[in-house]
Structure formats: structure tokens, C-alpha cells
T-cell receptor
Framework: DSGVTQTPKHLITATGQRVTLRCSPR?????VYWYQQSLDQGLQFLIQ???????AKGNILERFSAQQFPDLHSELNLSSLELGDSALYFC???????????????FGPGTRLTVL | DQQVKQNSPSLSVQEGRISILNCDYT??????FLWYKKYPAEGPTFLIS?????DKNEDGRFTVFLNKSAKHLSLHIVPSQPGDSAVYFC??????????FGTGTSLTVIP
């Protein structure tokens, strides 16, 4: 158990809909990262938040957005869903996310999103 | 643009033998590399890392080798155990920025 929790475990929805994925980081971790893993793809970095502020952005679509709340939990919002958004979405946390430092990222179990 | 590549989707090894998982990268600015292990229905867990100032790092049965000139790293598991059966991801970062992950290699250790 990494200490990172993600809800829900599974989500099935239809195209055009909007969903929210939730992540609670390990106690004391300030950084939260979101990754997408599509079929036969590696983990694609989407976005990072550090202590409530956006720190880095990866290949995140404009239809997707995220935020980190004062209690440090984070939500990833996916809207206007398409079939290709079906994937595993992982959240990870680390103690900090400062540039030029390397901190192990602890991953949650993921949310499997299926768009029909 | 896949900056980190794992060209072998799967690998089978007999218990007790060596497992060698390979990873190639294209970005010469990468200076930190990690291996993660993933069991089904779980998130990836950190296994071992190496900085670009080293060419080898060892942790028990796990050793990571880095060949900067070839932009290649490998993970050696000796001896392999059935519990090592999992998907292994390599990842790379430049100056502490985002990690780029490979597509993973599924290792099966046959008892």
C-alpha cells in the first residue's frame, strides 16, 4: 500500500460526458502528479500540482483540467469524453516537486475509465 | 514522440536465471533514470534508480546499468524469482522535471 488513494476504482460513462477523478496523496506529500496509461502505451504525464499550485504540464488535453485543494487532495476533471479517453489514470505523490530534485513518486492504484 | 522506449513487450525467464530488461532513450539531457515495477490492479512501485554520473547501481538482486553513449539502460535481476513476475517500466527525467515513461516490459518468471 503506497498510501495514495484514488477513487473511484472503475468508471464507465458515455461519450460527451464529464467525470471527476479524485486522489488523496500520502500524508505529508505536497506534490501530486496525474498520468494516463492507454492501451499499449507507457505512462503519459499529464500535470503536476505542488502545494495547491500548478507546477508542470505535460500532454494534457484542453478538455482535461485538474486542481489541488488546500487539504492537498487533487481532482482530475475530464470533459466532452471521447472513446480514446478510455485509459487507466494514475495519481502519484511525492514529498516535493522542486526542479533539480528527484523525489520518488508513490503511485495510487489507478482509476480505470471506460468511455462507451 | 516516445523519448523512452522499451522494445520488448514481454520476457519469460526460468526461476533462478538472470532477467535482463532493456530501455532506450533519445533525449541526451536526461540525467536521472528509474525503474518501476507494476503488479496487476496496483500502481507502479519504485524499484531502483541511477543518476547519469554513475554507470551502475545495485540493490540486492537488482542492478541497473547505464550506457550514456548508447543512450541505453538495463535492469538485471539475479536470481529471478516467481514473485518478480510483473510489468517493469523505465522512466527518465532531465533536471528534476517530468518523468518520461516507457511502455513497459511484462516479465514472467517460470517456476
Amino acid at each position: 500500500d503506497s498510501g495514495v488513494t484514488q477513487t473511484p476504482k472503475h468508471l464507465i460513462t458515455a461519450t460527451g460526458q464529464r467525470v471527476t477523478l479524485r486522489c488523496s496523496p500520502r500524508s505529508g506529500d505536497l506534490s501530486v502528479y496525474w498520468y494516463q496509461q492507454s492501451l499499449d502505451q507507457g505512462l503519459q504525464f499529464l500535470i503536476q500540482y505542488y502545494n495547491g499550485e500548478e507546477r508542470a504540464k505535460g500532454n494534457i488535453l484542453e478538455r482535461f483540467s485538474a486542481q489541488q485543494f488546500p487539504d492537498l487532495h487533487s481532482e482530475l476533471n475530464l470533459s466532452s469524453l471521447e472513446l480514446g479517453d478510455s485509459a487507466l489514470y494514475f495519481c502519484a505523490s511525492s514529498t516535493d516537486g522542486l526542479a533539480n530534485t528527484y523525489n520518488e513518486q508513490f503511485f495510487g492504484p489507478g482509476t480505470r475509465l471506460t468511455v462507451l | 514522440d516516445q523519448q523512452v522506449k522499451q522494445n520488448s513487450p514481454s520476457l519469460s525467464v526460468q526461476e533462478g536465471r538472470i532477467s535482463i530488461l532493456n530501455c532506450d532513450y533519445t533525449n541526451s539531457m536526461f540525467d536521472y533514470f528509474l525503474w518501476y515495477k507494476k503488479y496487476p490492479a496496483e500502481g507502479p512501485t519504485f524499484l531502483i534508480s541511477i543518476s547519469s554520473i554513475k554507470d551502475k547501481n545495485e540493490d540486492g538482486r537488482f542492478t541497473v546499468f547505464l550506457n550514456k553513449s548508447a543512450k541505453h539502460l538495463s535492469l538485471h535481476i539475479v536470481p529471478s524469482q516467481p514473485g518478480d513476475s510483473a510489468v517493469y517500466f523505465c522512466a527518465a527525467s532531465a533536471y528534476g522535471n517530468q518523468f518520461y515513461f516507457g511502455t513497459g516490459t511484462s516479465l514472467t518468471v517460470i517456476p
